[in-house]
C-alpha cells in the first residue's frame, strides 16, 4: 500500500502520508525518552497519526484494491499446492464452552492438501500443556535447547530429562497431524501463538531424527503468502545490492581489532552482557565474530560482482541504517547485538518516570519498542546517558524499522540474538523486528529465537551466503546450511535461526 501511494501521483495523498510519517517518527523519537524527559504528548501524537491513517484508508481507492487482494480462501491455497505439498495454518484461541469464556486457549491446525474436498482442523492441545513444557526446562539457552530439541545421539525414548520433554514437545504440536503428511516432502506452516516461540526444524521425532530430516519446513507469516507469492523461490543475483554491517563499537572509542583474541568468539552471545543479574544492567560488548562475518560476506559478494557496501567500527550507526528507507539494498545483513524484553509488571518501578537508557526501553507499553537492534555508540544512551536532541542513540527499535520503506528489499538477515521474538498477541502473531520487517515491505527474515553464539552464528551466515551464491535459491539456501550445521552442532548452534516468509 505504502509502495503504491507513493507510485499514484495523487499530490493529496502523498502528503497525507508524508505528515503520517513524520508524525510516527515524532512518535518514536518521544518514546526513545524517559517520560519526564518527553517534549511531546504521545497520546494526542497517537491520536493525530491514527486520524490521518484513517484518512489515508479512506480516501486511497488504492487501499480498497489491496484489501481485495488479501482476501485469500483455502480454495485459492490449495490450487496453487503441488501433489507432495502441504499447508498448515495453526490457529490459537480462548474456548468458549457455550455458556461462557473459559480461561483455557486451544491449539487446533488446519491442514490442506492438493485433494482433500475441504481442510482438515485437527485439536492439538492446550496453551498451559506448551507453557508447562517451556517452564521445565532448566538453565541457560543452550541447556533448555538441549532439553526441547533433539542434540546429536540423543535417544528421544531415554529416560532421562532432556528426552522427556523433547518428545512431549513434539506430542503436543506435532504428532497429532503427522500421519496426514504420506508422500508429502514440503509443508508450508504459519504458526501462531506460543508456537512462534518453537524451532520446528530441530523438533524431536520419536525416530530419533529432526522434523528437518523428513520435511522441507517453510516459515509463513500467512498461508495466503502462497498465492501471494505464486509459490515461487527467489535468488540473489549480481543485479542485487548489498548492505551490510559488523564489528560495531558500541562505545564512543574506537575498537583496536588487534586486541581482540580469537577465542572471544567462543563465549559471546549477541546479546547483552549482564554485569549484575539482581540490578539487570547491561552492556553491549565488542563482538569479534560480527567483523569477520561481515567481512567475509562482502569479499564473498564482490568475488561475485555483487555491489556491496559495509559499515564497521563506529561508521554503523543506526541514522546510516534508516537512511535506507526508500533506497534500492535488496540484501541487508545486520550482525550485531539484538535485544527483546518481555511484557513489564503491571507495577513498573516507583523511578520509571525518570529512568534513562534501558530502562526506558525495558518497560516501555508498546511492545514494538521492547524489540531492537544496537548500532554505533549505543551504550552511552543504554548506560543512562543523555541523548542528544535530533541525533538517533544507536538503539533501532521495531517501532522504527516498522516505519521505514524498505519495499525494494528482498531479504533482511539479522544475524543477532531473539530477533525473532516479540510480544505473543493470539492470532495476530509476534510483536517484534520481524513484524516490523514485514510492514517495512522485505520478502523474506531471517532472525533468532534466542541468544546465539557468536562463532557458530558466523560458520552459519557464511554457509547460507555460499549457498545462496551457489545459484540456490534463498529457501533452499537456508534449508542447506541446516543440514550442515546439524551434522556438525546441537541445536543451540543452529536451530535458533529461522527463515520467515
Known amino acids: 500500500m505504502r509502495q503504491n501511494i507513493l507510485n499514484a501521483g495523487d499530490t493529496a495523498i502523498i502528503r497525507v502520508y508524508n505528515n ?23 497520546k494526542t501524537l497517537e491520536e493525530e497519526a491514527n486520524s490521518l491513517e484513517k484518512q489515508l484508508t479512506r480516501s486511497s481507492s488504492i487501499f480498497v484494491h489491496g484489501q481485495q487482494l488479501i482476501k485469500t480462501n483455502w480454495k485459492d491455497i490449495q490450487s496453487t499446492l503441488k501433489d507432495n505439498e502441504t499447508a498448515i495454518e495453526f490457529s490459537s484461541f480462548q474456548y468458549y464452552d ?23 482442523m485437527v ?10 513444557v517451556f517452564n521445565q526446562t532448566i538453565g541457560k539457552d543452550a541447556q533448555k535447547s538441549a532439553q526441547l530439541y533433539l542434540n546429536r545421539g540423543i535417544i528421544i525414548n531415554g529416560a532421562n530429562q532432556s528426552s522427556h520433554l523433547a518428545s512431549k514437545l513434539y506430542d503436543l504440536v506435532w504428532k497429532p497431524i503427522d500421519q496426514l503428511f504420506k508422500n508429502i516432502n514440503t509443508i508450508y506452516f504459519s504458526p501462531s501463538g506460543l508456537l512462534h516461540k518453537i524451532s520446528f526444524s530441530a523438533l524431536a521425532t520419536p525416530d530419533s531424527m529432526c522434523l528437518m530430516d523428513k520435511y522441507k519446513l517453510v516459515e509463513l507469516g500467512s498461508t495466503a503468502e502462497i498465492v501471494r507469492s505464486g509459490n515461487k523461490d527467489q535468488y540473489i543475483s549480481v543485479s542485487d545490492t548489498v548492505f551490510l554491517c559488523g564489528g560495531i563499537n558500541y562505545d564512543q572509542m574506537r575498537i583496536d581489532k588487534g586486541i581482540k583474541d580469537e577465542k572471544e568468539m567462543f563465549v559471546y552471545n549477541r546479546g547483552p552482557q549482564i554485569s549484575n543479574e539482581s540490578s539487570r544492567s547491561t552492556s553491549w560488548r565488542y563482538l569479534p565474530g560480527t567483523f569477520k562475518e561481515s567481512r567475509y560476506i562482502d569479499s564473498l559478494f564482490r568475488k561475485n560482482k555483487i555491489s556491496t557496501t559495509l559499515y564497521i567500527d563506529s561508521n554503523a550507526t543506526e541514522t546510516m541504517f534508516k537512511n535506507l528507507s526508500g533506497k534500492e539494498p535488496q540484501i541487508i545483513h545486520v550482525s550485531t547485538h539484538g535485544f527483546f524484553f518481555p511484557e513489564p ?8 518516570f525518570m529512568k534513562m537508557g534501558e530502562e526506558t526501553y525495558r518497560f516501555s507499553e508498546n ?31 521495531a517501532y522504527e524499522v516498522s516505519n521505514m520503506n524498505l519495499y525494494n528489499t528482498k531479504l533482511v538477515v539479522l544475524s543477532a540474538c531473539e530477533t ?11 510483536f517484534g523486528l ?13 532472525m533468532s529465537l534466542w541468544k546465539v553464539p557468536d562463532k557458530e552464528t558466523t560458520e552459519f551466515m557464511k554457509l547460507f551466503y555460499s549457498n545462496c551464491l551457489s545459484n540456490h535459491s534463498i529457501r ?8 550442515t550445521m546439524r551434522k556438525k552442532y546441537d541445536p543451540y548452534y543452529w536451530a535458533a535461526f529461522v527463515l520467515m516468509e
Open 98 to 120: 457455550g455458556k461462557r469464556w473459559t480461561d483455557s486457549i486451544y491449539y487446533v491446525a488446519l491442514v490442506l492438501r492438493k485433494n482433500d474436498k475441504y481442510p482438515q
Open 345 to 352: 509488571q503491571k507495577e513498573k518501578p516507583k523511578d520509571a
Open 20 to 42: 503520517w510519517v513524520a508524525l510516527r517518527k515524532s512518535l518514536a523519537n518521544q518514546y526513545s525518552l524517559p517520560i519526564a524527559k518527553r517534549t511531546l504528548d504521545t
Open 434 to 446: 520481524q513484524r516490523a520487517f514485514k510492514m517495512a515491505g522485505v520478502d523474506y527474515v531471517i
Open 476 to 483: 533452499e539456501s537456508f534449508y542447506l546450511t541446516q543440514t
Open 367 to 397: 511492545p514494538l519498542l521492547r524489540s531492537g537492534l544496537i548500532f554505533a555508540g549505543a551504550n552511552y544512551v543504554w548506560k543512562g546517558g543523555e541523548q542528544t536532541p535530533g541525533q538517533d542513540d544507536g538503539i533501532l527499535t
Open 123 to 132: 485439536y492439538l492441545c492446550e496453551e498451559r500443556q506448551i507453557n508447562s
Open 420 to 430: 525473532g521474538l516479540g510480544d505473543i498477541k493470539g492470532s495476530e502473531g509476534v
